[in-house]
DNA sequence: GGGCTTGTTTTGAATTACTCACAATAAGTG
DNA sequence: CACTTATTGTGAGTAATTCAAAACAAGCCC
């Protein structure tokens, strides 16, 4: 018998060694909670990670996070007055929506064909740059909290 | 004589009133600050604001900068891995783009009309959202950074 | 135009999210 | 299996921002 721990899909195994970076629980425990629960911050990946493995710490995670991040296996959202968020959705430039309530993410496909804004038109003054990339950030509220927001509205009390 | 402190626009102090704010120095002088320079971050307003206002403290500039923001007075920027910066320019939905090199910041106005990616088109198993506003942040390359970038790059050592 | 009320600012400490230095550990290599 | 070096753990530190309570000052009343 192996060591098995918890079921690992190989193909992370495939991306990490494609990245020169070394295979190790701790990552695997990381990628594995992102695929199935996009979106989380560093504390909740903890959270969810120290299930396969109890003695992870949050520094790890963050460790963990920065460099998968840098290593093109993970992407980073920041979104306002939130901590930074993860997801193994890498390599297409899809935008997200931040529930200014609940801070729930949900992903946003690109509206307007595969690079939407990507020639900005500058305000008079201002000194063009070169535009790499373009983020989109749509905020508002999810289904969850307008139904919350309208059952609690009428009355103010409770 | 008045008091005459420092020269303040005085639509400012209408703006002030307008919201229910009382009309102070220290938040006429951050007004000031940001309508002369904008994009800053409260340490750099805290600097600026001094000349007028010595004993300003910088606890007092973040009270002054949410506040007014919260008022609608201010607009606040969140980049990435940047402190918060503000800008008087509100009520329009123009856009930003930073300078990933120096973290400046510059105005963009909307590409596609006057609300561009307002009817996102979700990603198939996420759950939509009601969207208020849709945010673009643009990254990349100021004609500054890139000259010296081009300059730096042959010879690494200085 | 002096006092009073209440919104603002100041003071000082606390908090959140994250980073760093260095010691301990464990992948991968021969 | 031993060894090298990337990775993780430990403990402390930092930057940006917030909070509680006391000091202050705008604007209103007369």
């Keep these: 018998m192996e060591t098995a721990p918890a079921a690992h899909q190989p193909h992370w195994d495939a ?49 963990i996070l920065t460099d998968l991040t840098n290593s093109g296996l993970l992407r980073r ?44 038109s500058w305000t008079p003054g201002s000194r063009p740059m070169t535009i790499h990339v373009a983020e989109v950030l749509y905020q508002g509220v999810c289904s969850d909290c307008l139904g919350l927001a309208e059952a609690a509205a009428p009355e103010l009390s409770s």
């Design 15 to 63: 991306a990490l060694r494609a990245a020169g970076r070394r295979v190790t629980r701790q990552r695997l425990a990381v990628l594995g909670v992102l695929e199935r629960t996009p979106h989380l911050e560093a504390e909740a990946v903890l959270r969810e990670a120290r299930h396969a493995l109890p003695d992870l710490t949050l520094q790890s995670v963050y460790v």
């Design 77 to 120: 959202i920041e979104p306002p007055h939130s901590p930074a968020r993860y997801e193994t959705r890498v390599g297409d430039n899809h935008h997200h929506a931040i529930c200014t309530s609940c801070g729930r993410v949900e992903d946003v496909d690109c509206a307007v064909g595969h690079a939407p804004c990507l020639t900005p």
